[in-house]
């Protein structure tokens, strides 16, 4: 393994990084992160990649590689029969980009089990050509393509592909264009693949349908999705309430992130949402983890999930900062979980816990066997109460 990210390397230095590579049969991991290699470096490693027979992670975002580079890595991969992980974030590959994305998961015989595409602005046009290498891929199982300008026609083309796609399991579409109809595609898309675990859809303007492809994702006990990822998508109480009775239902989703970015009013879920959610968790079994930060479930919706959270027996993780609680809502959540001792983390950042709180909550940290994360951030504990957690911390084994 080798790391030189942010090494002022250049198209130089990694001509000669590649002559390296050419003969090595013991380096597996090489990261070239940030060097500005460019076309003429992202060249000469392709050229390495068609002999070298023992790499197989490669890091190369942010490196300026365009569509020359592109174009040769593509073809390098071709005949590459090892190299597994290829990072290209940040390069803004272009046209010939979308070629080197159909080349990498093209084909049976191929051996590319994670690739990343972020911000490369390949758009819909790029996601449908890689759509079409989906379909009769089978061994990525990672396909990150978070910021790169794909609408709904390219999202209905995923979506086509994840319904005949046997393998992966990992789906990240975070901060794109995809509204309303590319949603309820994926939604369908989701009812047919049997394989996918995770998809992040973080910062998309899904809209009313997009509510619907939620519950597609995450309802009836047939699937495997067990991680969905919908922050900042401006779900509101109806869409958490459609959440919830998915969640019903549902025997396999494992981690929901609800959560925004507290300085734009991204999912709006109020008390009433939180209701719907807490009551789903009554009776759900098997979500571990649930992230509703930077919401407006205020006191009572917090209530209301500390009620659940007496008689729910699996969640491990909970995060309900930024959501205007009172001292009284927070503690009221940690006096169930000190008779209760599973969460593992637990987010409780701005929640208006004076020194007081602190004092209690440190009662909380000290005789907890199971808590290993515990968010304090932007409270106003004061001296005494910041000791008294640090006191706690540091008493623990």
């Given at each position: 393994?080798?790391?030189?990210?942010?090494?002022?390397?250049?198209?130089?230095?990694?001509?000669?990084?590649?002559?390296?590579?050419?003969?090595?049969?013991?380096?597996?991991?090489?990261?070239?992160?940030?060097?500005?290699?460019?076309?003429?470096?992202?060249?000469?490693?392709?050229?390495?990649?068609?002999?070298?027979?023992?790499?197989?992670?490669?890091?190369?975002?942010?490196?300026?590689?365009?569509?020359?580079?592109?174009?040769?890595?593509?073809?390098?991969?071709?005949?590459?029969?090892?190299?597994?992980?290829?990072?290209?974030?940040?390069?803004?590959?272009?046209?010939?980009?979308?070629?080197?994305?159909?080349?990498?998961?093209?084909?049976?015989?191929?051996?590319?089990?994670?690739?990343?595409?972020?911000?490369?602005?390949?758009?819909?046009?790029?996601?449908?050509?890689?759509?079409?290498?989906?379909?009769?891929?089978?061994?990525?199982?990672?396909?990150?393509?978070?910021?790169?300008?794909?609408?709904?026609?390219?999202?209905?083309?995923?979506?086509?592909?994840?319904?005949?796609?046997?393998?992966?399991?990992?789906?990240?579409?975070?901060?794109?264009?995809?509204?309303?109809?590319?949603?309820?595609?994926?939604?369908?898309?989701?009812?047919?693949?049997?394989?996918?675990?995770?998809?992040?859809?973080?910062?998309?303007?899904?809209?009313?349908?997009?509510?619907?492809?939620?519950?597609?994702?995450?309802?009836?006990?047939?699937?495997?999705?067990?991680?969905?990822?919908?922050?900042?998508?401006?779900?509101?109480?109806?869409?958490?309430?459609?959440?919830?009775?998915?969640?019903?239902?549902?025997?396999?989703?494992?981690?929901?992130?609800?959560?925004?970015?507290?300085?734009?009013?991204?999912?709006?879920?109020?008390?009433?949402?939180?209701?719907?959610?807490?009551?789903?968790?009554?009776?759900?079994?098997?979500?571990?983890?649930?992230?509703?930060?930077?919401?407006?479930?205020?006191?009572?919706?917090?209530?209301?999930?500390?009620?659940?959270?007496?008689?729910?027996?699996?969640?491990?993780?909970?995060?309900?900062?930024?959501?205007?609680?009172?001292?009284?809502?927070?503690?009221?959540?940690?006096?169930?979980?000190?008779?209760?001792?599973?969460?593992?983390?637990?987010?409780?950042?701005?929640?208006?816990?004076?020194?007081?709180?602190?004092?209690?909550?440190?009662?909380?940290?000290?005789?907890?066997?199971?808590?290993?994360?515990?968010?304090?951030?932007?409270?106003?504990?004061?001296?005494?109460?910041?000791?008294?957690?640090?006191?706690?911390?540091?008493g623990r084994e």
């Open positions: 393994s080798l790391g030189l990210s942010r090494c002022s390397i250049g198209p130089t230095g990694a001509a000669e990084i590649a002559e390296y590579v050419s003969g090595s049969g013991v380096l597996t991991n090489l990261s070239l992160g940030d060097n500005n290699i460019s076309d003429e470096g992202a060249k000469a490693l392709a050229a390495a990649l068609r002999v070298n027979g023992a790499l197989t992670h490669l890091d190369l975002e942010k490196n300026r590689i365009r569509d020359e580079g592109a174009k040769a890595i593509g073809e390098a991969l071709r005949v590459n029969g090892v190299l597994n992980n290829i990072d290209l974030r940040y390069n803004n590959l272009g046209d010939e980009g979308k070629g080197v994305i159909r080349d990498a998961v093209s084909g049976r015989e191929g051996v590319l089990t994670t690739l990343k595409l972020v911000d490369n602005n390949i758009g819909d046009e790029g996601a449908v050509a890689l759509a079409s290498a989906l379909r009769v891929n089978a061994v990525l199982t990672e396909l990150m393509l978070f910021a790169n300008a794909i609408g709904d026609e390219g999202a209905t083309a995923l979506a086509s592909a994840l319904e005949v796609n046997g393998v992966l399991t990992n789906l990240v579409l975070f901060r794109n264009n995809i509204g309303e109809k590319g949603a309820k595609a994926l939604a369908s898309g989701l009812r047919f693949n049997g394989v996918l675990k995770s998809i992040d859809l973080r910062f998309n303007d899904l809209g009313d349908e997009g509510k619907g492809a939620i519950r597609d994702a995450v309802s009836g006990r047939v699937g495997v999705l067990t991680n969905l990822n919908l922050y900042g998508n401006e779900i509101g109480d109806e869409g958490a309430t459609a959440i919830a009775e998915a969640l019903r239902g549902n025997g396999v989703l494992k981690t929901l992130n609800l959560s925004q970015n507290q300085l734009l009013p991204f999912n709006r879920i109020s008390a009433a949402g939180a209701a719907a959610i807490a009551e789903a968790l009554r009776g759900n079994g098997v979500l571990t983890d649930l992230n509703l930060w930077g919401n407006g479930i205020g006191d009572e919706g917090a209530m209301a999930i500390g009620e659940a959270l007496a008689v729910n027996g699996v969640l491990t993780s909970l995060d309900v900062g930024g959501n205007s609680l009172t001292e009284e809502a927070a503690l009221s959540i940690v006096r169930v979980e000190r008779q209760r001792n599973k969460l593992t983390s637990l987010g409780l950042a701005a929640c208006g816990i004076g020194p007081t709180g602190a004092e209690e909550l440190a009662e909380y940290v000290s005789g907890s066997a199971v808590l290993k994360n515990i968010d304090l951030s932007y409270n106003n504990l004061g001296d005494e109460g910041e000791k008294a957690i640090h006191d706690a911390v540091s």
